[in-house]
């Protein structure tokens, strides 16, 4: 139902602060203080994206169908682990077409895309407070690794 397509350097320019600016926020979101947040989201991406161009095993892509960009996918090599893994760093369907199965064919197309490689397996991290996310890949099979909890006490 998709392809994927790597994006041009211009394209991972515009993309890249747009999809750290939303990992800070899901990170607060998800309970992080957001000066650790930022934080942490600016040392990873000095990591994979020196100088602002994608390090080494990570591949920012469109994702499309019928020749339109119906949303993005950056796949990656992990911070650690076996070489066969892959990771799904970001996944995001345009807000246009949501709704109609393009979730699930990018991540289907993602792992499609893994094999090609010669990997074996696809890993992801996925924010408590993304159930629609959680939910889609809970219904693709993907097996929860480890649950990270907290509880606000108020003062």
Do not use: C
């Amino acid at each position: 139902m998709v392809t994927l397509r790597e994006m041009t350097p211009d394209d991972v320019a515009v993309v890249v602060p747009r999809i750290m600016e939303g990992y800070i926020a899901d990170r607060i979101a998800a309970g992080e203080d957001p000066e650790g947040a930022r934080t942490a989201s600016l040392a990873q991406q000095a990591v994979l994206f020196p100088g602002g161009r994608p390090a080494a095993g990570q591949h920012m892509m469109h994702v499309v169908d019928a020749d339109e960009v119906v949303g993005l996918l950056w796949m990656g090599r992990p911070m650690s682990g076996p070489a066969s893994t892959w990771f799904v760093f970001f996944v995001e369907v345009d807000e246009a077409h949501r709704g109609r199965g393009y979730g699930r064919a990018t991540m289907e197309a993602a792992e499609a895309w893994t094999r090609e490689r010669g990997g074996t397996r696809v890993g992801l991290n996925v924010f408590g407070p993304n159930v629609v996310a959680r939910s889609l890949y809970d219904s693709l099979g993907y097996q929860v690794m480890a649950t990270a909890m907290f509880k606000d006490l108020a003062t």
